[in-house]
């Protein structure tokens, strides 16, 4: 073999070695599966393998909701640019996604969950240095109803309204306070006449202790008898 013919060998080398370099291109779940109940938010990550050589390539991006019937797109990214078109009307309004594609990232916030969001959500990134996907599980439960407590402990029965010794107690506790009231206002005005009465004039005392003593009937007329005086006309 002649010394011109060396060069020629490492001409694939060229070609073989980037690719060992960088490794496989993998795309990661960062997390695997997901709880949560309806009308909750969940945020899904995945993350792929970038190449240092295309720093600015920005690679294409689908992201579906894999079920029985057909995949539920929830993302479709071309060159880096979302198309609103394809998304699903399940999901419209309800996912945003953070753009950091070029750092080797698809983070998708999901809002309002229900119960038919849950299952396997497939996301596949397409590169030119190469393609993969990776899949995480989201379990959505139903609001659980909250029972009413019930008895005159909890104050309401199981229909809503409140119990009766709840509410015997309630007007008990109005009537209290409306007899403490009446008495205290009583008790006020009371020293109020009690303070002009000691400060008015002694006549004028006089004439009020005669007017409460006629109030009180503390001033009785003689009683009258049916009998006659000897020596009166009959």
């Known amino acids: 073999m002649s010394c011109r013919m060396l060069p020629l060998l490492f001409i ?25 109940e309806e009308n909750h938010n969940v945020t899904l990550e995945w993350t792929f ?18 079920t029985d019937e057909r995949p539920i797109h929830l993302l479709s990214v071309r060159k880096g640019v979302q198309i609103p078109e394809y998304q699903d009307e399940h999901f419209a309004g309800r996912v945003q996604w953070d753009q950091d594609l ?5 983070r998708l916030h999901v809002s309002r969950l229900r119960t038919s969001d849950s299952g396997q959500y497939l996301c596949d990134v397409f590169t030119s240095y190469g393609e993969n996907s990776g899949r995480c599980q989201i379990d959505v439960s139903a609001v659980r109803d909250r029972p009413e407590t019930n008895g ?23 009537l209290y306070c409306g007899l403490v009231t009446a008495l205290l206002v009583l008790l006020v005005l009371g020293a109020i006449s009690l303070r002009r009465l000691i400060r008015s004039p002694t006549h004028e005392r006089g004439v009020l202790y005669a007017a409460i003593k006629e109030l009180l009937f503390l001033k009785r007329e003689p009683k009258r008898t049916d009998s006659s005086l000897p020596g009166e006309p009959l």
């Open 102 to 106: 070029l750092r080797g990232r698809v």
């Open 152 to 174: 005159p402990d909890g104050g309401r029965d199981s229909s809503g309204t409140e119990s009766r010794p709840q509410t015997e107690m309630r007007v008990w506790i109005v």
């Open 49 to 66: 393998t970038t190449n240092p050589e295309r720093p600015s390539e920005a690679p294409d991006v689908r992201c579906v909701l894999l």
């Open 12 to 36: 694939p080398l060229l070609f073989i070695l980037p690719s060992c370099v960088c490794g496989p291109f993998v795309v990661n779940v960062a997390q695997s599966s997901y709880q949560a």
